[in-house]
T-cell receptor, first 109, second 114 residues
């Protein structure tokens, strides 16, 4: 079975501080990992996928197969980063996404 | 072009009634997914369509739930004899092909069962 764990329900940081949103997964194989973001009153949207190895809005995430982690990082948080962040996995169990429970990021001034 | 659209945006119904939720995927997207977002369970997969076929229905919680897709486009999720525990936001997503690398989500339908 595939499983995604986001241990923090809420993460509060000050503007300009570094951010790390944790994500661990359980999967016996080669998964695809994603980060989705949901801003207030907006739809869920794709932020990052590990196969692209890209940086979006200053966010990066590296897949660590040894630690089965895919933590989301940003060196300097901005107020507009405040949102709900979901880590998701896709594996052999069809094309469905398995989501973590989400972390609410709050960036304070 | 337009993104994934869903209707209605909100639905309030009485326990025991049937409801139909509609999803219009992005034009040309052959894969379509239904998910449910609820307070207690987070985001859960319900069913996946490739074209008009549903190769993965493993997430449907009971036989009261069914879905169909016609013309490789619009999909309808039907919940019969609704229960209070069916209250949730139902999300639809589509992707270009049978790969989840680019799933685009709709705004959701908020279902409230009284």
């Amino acid at each position: 079975a595939q499983r995604v764990t986001q241990p923090e329900k809420l993460l509060s940081v000050f503007k300009g501080a570094p951010v790390e949103l944790k994500c661990n997964y359980s999967y016996s194989g080669s998964p695809e990992l994603f980060w989705y973001v949901q801003y207030s009153r907006q739809r869920l949207q794709l932020l990052l996928r590990h196969i692209s190895r890209e940086s979006i809005k200053g966010f990066t995430a590296d897949l660590n197969k040894g630690e089965t982690s895919f933590h989301l990082k940003k060196p300097f948080a901005q107020e507009e980063d405040s949102a709900m962040y979901y880590c998701a996995l896709s594996g052999l169990e069809g094309n469905k996404l398995t989501f973590g429970t989400g972390t609410q990021l709050k960036v304070e001034l | 072009g337009a993104g994934v659209s869903q209707s209605p945006s909100n639905k309030v119904t009485e326990k025991g009634k049937d409801v139909e939720l509609r999803c219009d995927p992005i034009s040309g997207h052959t894969a379509l997914y239904w998910y449910r977002q609820s307070l207690g369970q987070g985001l859960e997969f319900l069913i996946y369509f490739q074209g008009n076929s549903a190769p993965d229905k493993s997430g449907l919680p009971s036989d009261r739930f069914s879905a169909e897709r016609t013309g490789g486009s619009v999909s309808t999720l039907t919940i019969q004899r609704t229960q209070q525990e069916d209250s949730a936001v139902y999300l639809c997503a589509s992707s270009l092909g049978p790969s989840s690398s680019g799933q685009f989500f709709g705004p959701g339908t908020r279902l409230t069962v009284l």
